[in-house]
C-alpha cells in the first residue's frame, strides 16, 4: 500500500516565478491538506481540501493556491515567489470513516523549495 | 489562537536512558493531541496521538505519553533511549470541532550519545 507520494523531491526557482507541487493521498484517503516547514521550524498549515474544495486556510496569502483533483490528488500552487517562501511543503493526507473526520494525518516525504 | 509550546530545542541523552520531551498546549476546551516524529530529510511519522480516555496513551517504537489537564500538558516518554531514535520530535493539537488543522510546535531535537 503506496504511502502519501509528493513530487518533486526537490526544486530550486527564481523570485517572482510559480511553481506547482504535487501530491497523491494514501490509498483510501480522501482529505488533503498542506504544511510549509520553514527551516527550524515545526510545520505551519496552509490549506485543506476535500471533495475538490478548499476546506480551511491558515495564515497565508492568496499568492498561495491548490486544487484537488476527482481522484483525490492535490497540488499547491505558490505565485510570485519570494526568497521567504524557501521551505519544505509537506503533503498529509486523511480520511473520514463513516462521516467522522479522522485525525491521523499522513504526511509525505514533502518537497524541499528554494527561491533564489 | 492555539498554540504549541515545546520549552526544548535541543536535548541529548546516553544509549539506554530515559527520556521525557515538554508540551505545554492553550486552547480553550481540551484539544486532540499528537506527538510526531521526523527524521532527517524525511517527512512526519505519528508516533501517538489522545482524543479522549485513559490519560496515558501508548505508540509506536516504545513511546508513550501522559495527558495532564491541569498542566496542559502532553509529555513524551520512553524508558530506555536507542541511537534509532534520533531525530526531531513535533508536539501538535487540533481543535476538537470537526476540522482537522494541526498546529505544531517548534520541535525538539533529540541527540543521542553512545
Known amino acids: 500500500d503506496a504511502g502519501v507520494t509528493q513530487s518533486p523531491t526537490h526544486l530550486i526557482k527564481t523570485r517572482g516565478q510559480q511553481v506547482t507541487l504535487r501530491c497523491s493521498p494514501k490509498s483510501g484517503h480522501d482529505t488533503v491538506s498542506w504544511y510549509q516547514q520553514a527551516l527550524g521550524q515545526g510545520p505551519q498549515f496552509i490549506f485543506q481540501y476535500y471533495e475538490e474544495e478548499e476546506r480551511q486556510r491558515g495564515n497565508f496569502p492568496d499568492r498561495f493556491s491548490g486544487h484537488q483533483f476527482p481522484n483525490y490528488s492535490s497540488e499547491l500552487n505558490v505565485n510570485a515567489l519570494l526568497l521567504g517562501d524557501s521551505a519544505l511543503y509537506l503533503c498529509?493526507?486523511?480520511?473520514?470513516?463513516?462521516?467522522?473526520?479522522?485525525?491521523?494525518?499522513?504526511f509525505g516525504p514533502g518537497t524541499r523549495l528554494t527561491v533564489t | 489562537a492555539q498554540s504549541v509550546t515545546q520549552p526544548d530545542i535541543h536535548i541529548t541523552v546516553s544509549e539506554g536512558a530515559s527520556l521525557e520531551l515538554r508540551c505545554n498546549y492553550s486552547?480553550?476546551?481540551?484539544?486532540?493531541l499528537f506527538w510526531y516524529v521526523q527524521s532527517p530529510g524525511q517527512g512526519l511519522q505519528l508516533l501517538l496521538k489522545y482524543f479522549s480516555g485513559d490519560t496515558l496513551v501508548q505508540g509506536i517504537k516504545g513511546f508513550e505519553a501522559e495527558f495532564k489537564r491541569s498542566q496542559s500538558s502532553f509529555n513524551l516518554r520512553k524508558p530506555s533511549v536507542h541511537w534509532s531514535d534520533a531525530a526531531e520530535y513535533f508536539c501538535a493539537v487540533a481543535p476538537n470541532t470537526g476540522f482537522q488543522k494541526l498546529v505544531f510546535g517548534t520541535g525538539t531535537r533529540l541527540l543521542v550519545s553512545p
Open positions: 498529509a493526507s486523511s480520511s473520514p470513516p463513516g462521516g467522522t473526520p479522522s485525525y491521523e494525518q499522513y
Open positions: 486552547y480553550g476546551a481540551t484539544p486532540y
